[in-house]
C-alpha cells in the first residue's frame, strides 16, 4: 500500500467516500489520439462516492510511447462499409489489417 494511503483513506472517509485497493493491478494505460502512457508497478485505489467512482493512481514513473496513426481516412472507413454492409468497427478493423488498403479490405469483407 502507498504511504500517503491511510490519511487518504481517513480523508475520504469523513466525506462519505469508500476506498479501496485494487489488488494486484500490473500495468494502467492511458490512451489519447496520439499517445499511450504505460504505468507500471501502480497502486490503484477505487474511491467510490454517491456521485460517482474515481480511480487514483500512484506510481514511481511511467512511459510515453506515440500511438501510430491508421493509414486511412473516414472516407475511406465509410467506403468500405457501404461496399461491404459491414459496422464501421468491422471496416476500421479490416482497413487496419490491410494496411490501409480499402480494395484490399473490401474483397477481404465480401470474400468472407
Keep these: ?8 483513506r481517513r480523508m475520504a472517509g ?3 467516500m469508500d476506498m479501496k485497493e485494487i489488488p494486484e493491478v500490473t ?16 497502486v490503484v485505489n477505487e474511491v467510490e462516492s454517491k456521485e460517482n467512482t474515481t480511480f487514483v493512481v500512484v506510481a514511481d514513473g511511467y512511459e510515453e510511447r506515440e500511438v501510430e496513426k491508421p493509414q486511412f481516412s473516414e472516407d ?6 457501404l461496399k461491404t454492409g459491414v459496422d464501421r468497427d468491422r471496416a476500421v478493423a479490416a482497413l487496419t489489417e490491410c494496411e490501409g488498403e480499402v480494395a484490399t479490405a473490401i474483397v477481404r469483407l465480401a470474400s468472407g
Design 1 to 8: 500500500m502507498y504511504p500517503g494511503n491511510r490519511n487518504f
Design 76 to 81: 475511406d472507413v465509410d467506403i468500405v462499409c
Design 27 to 42: 500495468e494502467v494505460v492511458i490512451r489519447t489520439a496520439d499517445r499511450e502512457l504505460v504505468i507500471t508497478k501502480p
Design 14 to 16: 469523513r466525506m462519505g
